[in-house]
């Protein structure tokens, strides 16, 4: 069984950078698309990015796009969330999931997730 574990949250300044991984265990990661989704108090977990098995092909939610950038290194079982010019909106917790199906920007296509790494964007 997949599992997966995230770090690199913490608390960041307005405009500054922060990276996000997500290492995976269990075998068989490159048999997985794998996203990243957030939660802020009191909101929905929402779609933020997604990766394809090979890494060829990414998703973003609008609100992300042209600031955050996932990738993911096969060799080591590790996905990334580069993010760059944070904004206080960014404050939340992000989770990373797998897919054995699809590169989905929907929570119910994700069967693995990961307990979650705080985000705090600071104004």
């Known amino acids: 069984q997949l599992q997966l574990v995230e770090s690199g949250g913490g608390v960041v300044q307005a405009g500054g950078s922060l990276r996000l991984s997500c290492a995976a265990s269990g075998g068989g990661f490159t048999d997985y698309a794998v996203g990243w989704f957030r939660q802020a108090p009191g909101k929905e977990r929402e779609f933020a990015a997604a990766i394809s098995r090979g890494g060829s092909s990414t998703y973003y939610a609008n609100s992300v796009k042209g600031r955050f950038t996932i990738s993911r290194d096969n060799a080591r079982d590790t996905v990334y969330l580069q993010m760059n010019s944070l904004e206080p909106e960014d404050t939340a917790v992000y989770y990373c999931?797998?897919?054995?199906?699809?590169?989905?920007?929907?929570?119910?296509?994700?069967?693995?997730w990961g307990q979650g790494t705080q985000v705090t964007v600071s104004s």
């Open positions: 999931a797998a897919s054995i199906t699809y590169t989905s920007r929907s929570r119910g296509d994700y069967e693995y």
